[in-house]
Every structure is written in structure tokens, then in C-alpha cells.
């Protein structure tokens, strides 16, 4: 039992107790707005931003550039999202003459979001794989003296990183436009963040993406519940 605890939080006794207590912080208030989001709740959005807020500081500091990317992109989109959903609550009170907090009506995955969900995906490989790139320059002090640039340096870390990364930032462009088919990312980028986040060393956070696989399962379903049973009616 002591070993499996050590070959899980081993690598913490380097760490200094703020990083630890700000990753424990961020994981708190992420679980949470996950599950707000399975609940449909518009407070998903400032929940969220408290995590994703703290993240994108430890993702810099752990030099994990297409997560800290990743994050600093939630940041953005949980705004959007929050006005996305504001008008669409707005929109929904009024019309059925309802105030609770769960009233965002859900919408499904259509042609026309295929185009810009091709865009995030080619731009941010692109964007994280010219990071990494240069990722000898940043950590020279973005001094290119003495650096080595090369594709041979990338390991299989770095593509996953790239793909989970545009999973991510998919996912989250579909969650803010209320597409139930999100949750299939987040399911998908999830699992692959399990092993990858043990693998790197961040035990908490890798437990974290365990929670968030199990919950956005479930939330798929509760989602499609929703659907089911909301009012015809369409609104943008």
C-alpha cells in the first residue's frame, strides 16, 4: 500500500505546498462545473473559470504549453458560452414563462458546425505542434543561442497532447453552442488524459480526468433525457 502511494503522490514531495494546494483548488472547481454542466446550469461558466483560471498558471509554470493552451482557450469560450446561454435562458424564460436555472434548451451536432469544428482541429494542431517546436527557444529563455529545433524532438507525449488539446477545444466550442455531441469529446479526451496525466507525474489531475470521464458518460445520457422531453420549439 505504501508503494502504490508513493508511485502515485511520489512525485508531490518536490512540490511546493502553494502548487499542490492551487492544483487541489483547480480540481475542486472543475469536477463541479462538469457536473453543473451535465445539469444543463448556466453556472458551469464562472465555476469553470476559477479552474481553468488556475490551471492555465500551473500549466505554465509545469511548461505543458498545449494544456496550458487548452485552458487559457476555456477560459475564452466559458465567457461565450456564458453569454450563449444567458440569451438562450433568456429566451426560454420568456417564452414558457420559467426562471429556474436549468432552462437552456439543447440542440444537436448539424452540418454546418462540421467546417468550423475542421478549423479548430487543423489550427490548433497546428498552433500546438509550432509551440512544441520551439519549445528548446521558450525554454532557453525564448533565446534561440544554443537551441535545437526539430521534429525528431517531439515524443509521443507531445502528439498526444496535440490531439487531446484539439479534442478539447472542440468540445468546448459544441458546449457553449448547447450540442449535446460534446460529450463524446470530452468522453474520448478524457480517457486519453487518464494515462497521460499519471504519466507526466499530476496524480490529482489525472484522478481528475477520471471523474470527468465517468460523469460526462453519464451526462451524454442525462443530455439526451433533456432533449427528449424539452419543448419543441427552436431558438438560436
Do not use: C
Not at 435562458?89 to 469544428?117: F, Y
Not at 500546438?128 to 527557444?137: A, E, I, N, Q, S
Not at 494515462?195 to 490529482?204: A, D, E, S
Request: charged fraction near 10%; hydrophobic fraction near 55%.
Amino acid at each position: 500500500m505504501a508503494e502504490l502511494l508513493n508511485w502515485l503522490f511520489g512525485q508531490y514531495a518536490d512540490y511546493s505546498t502553494i502548487f499542490i494546494i492551487l492544483e487541489l483548488i483547480a480540481v475542486v472547481f472543475g469536477v463541479a462545473s462538469v457536473l453543473l454542466a451535465s445539469k444543463t446550469n448556466i453556472l458551469v461558466f464562472p465555476i469553470g473559470l476559477v479552474s481553468t483560471a488556475i490551471f492555465v498558471y500551473l500549466l505554465w509554470k509545469w511548461q505543458l504549453f498545449g494544456d496550458m493552451f487548452i485552458n487559457a482557450y476555456y477560459t475564452v469560450m466559458s465567457l461565450y458560452g456564458w453569454i450563449n446561454w444567458s440569451k438562450n435562458k433568456k429566451n426560454q424564460s420568456v417564452e414558457h414563462k420559467q426562471s429556474n436555472a436549468n432552462n437552456v434548451r439543447i440542440e444537436h451536432l448539424t452540418a454546418g458546425d462540421i467546417p468550423i469544428l475542421s478549423a479548430l482541429a487543423a489550427g490548433t494542431i497546428a498552433f500546438v505542434g509550432l509551440v512544441y517546436y520551439f519549445r528548446p527557444v521558450i525554454n532557453n529563455g525564448f533565446s534561440f543561442d544554443g537551441a535545437v529545433l526539430g521534429l525528431h524532438l517531439f515524443t509521443w507525449v507531445d502528439y498526444t497532447d496535440m490531439l487531446t488539446t484539439a479534442l478539447f477545444l472542440m468540445a468546448m466550442w459544441l458546449m457553449a453552442r448547447r450540442k449535446i455531441e460534446h460529450w463524446i469529446l470530452w468522453i474520448i479526451a478524457d480517457a486519453i488524459s487518464v494515462p497521460l496525466y499519471f504519466y507526466k507525474g499530476f496524480t490529482f489531475t489525472a484522478l481528475q480526468y477520471v471523474v470527468f470521464t465517468l460523469i460526462a458518460i453519464w451526462a451524454y445520457y442525462e443530455w439526451q433525457r433533456r432533449y427528449r422531453v424539452q419543448p419543441r420549439a427552436a431558438y438560436a
